[in-house]
Nanobody, 120 residues
Framework: QVQLVESGGGLVQPGGSLRLSCAAT????????MGWYRQAPGKQRELVAT???????NYADSVKGRFTISRDNAKNTVDLQMNSLKPDDTAVYYC??????????????WGQGTQVTVSS
């Protein structure tokens, strides 16, 4: 099995910064992609940012220029640096990883989520 553990959420004022981290452990042969999604109350879960093993990134339009995703392939970790935070960024943030296990089968795994609240 694979576990994703997130950290770094919290309360921040508008315009502030937070850094989220996620570590994947367990039965991992390789990870093809890692990323972050978020879900605000009453809304569907939405993509925030993803990064491939080769470093190709993809961002939601709403976070481009403010958020930066980075990955350490050797440690199976992914971080999300969030700057210039807005109240609309308030949500539970979920880490996800597309994991190739030793069986050579690929599965999507999710973390438990970490709350980010942007408020004055």
């Amino acid at each position: 099995q694979v576990q994703l553990v997130e950290s770094g959420g919290g309360l921040v004022q508008p315009g502030g910064s937070l850094r989220l981290s996620c570590a994947a452990t367990g039965s991992i042969f390789s990870i093809t992609a890692m990323g972050w999604y978020r879900q605000a109350p009453g809304k569907q879960r939405e993509l925030v940012a993803t990064v491939t093993g080769g470093g190709t990134t993809n961002y939601a339009d709403s976070v481009k220029g403010r958020f930066t995703i980075s990955r350490d392939n050797a440690k199976n970790t992914v971080d999300l640096q969030m700057n210039s935070l807005k109240p609309d960024d308030t949500a539970v943030y979920y880490c996800t990883a597309k994991v190739v296990q030793y069986t050579k089968r690929t599965y999507d795994f999710w973390g438990q989520g970490t709350q980010v609240t942007v408020s004055s």
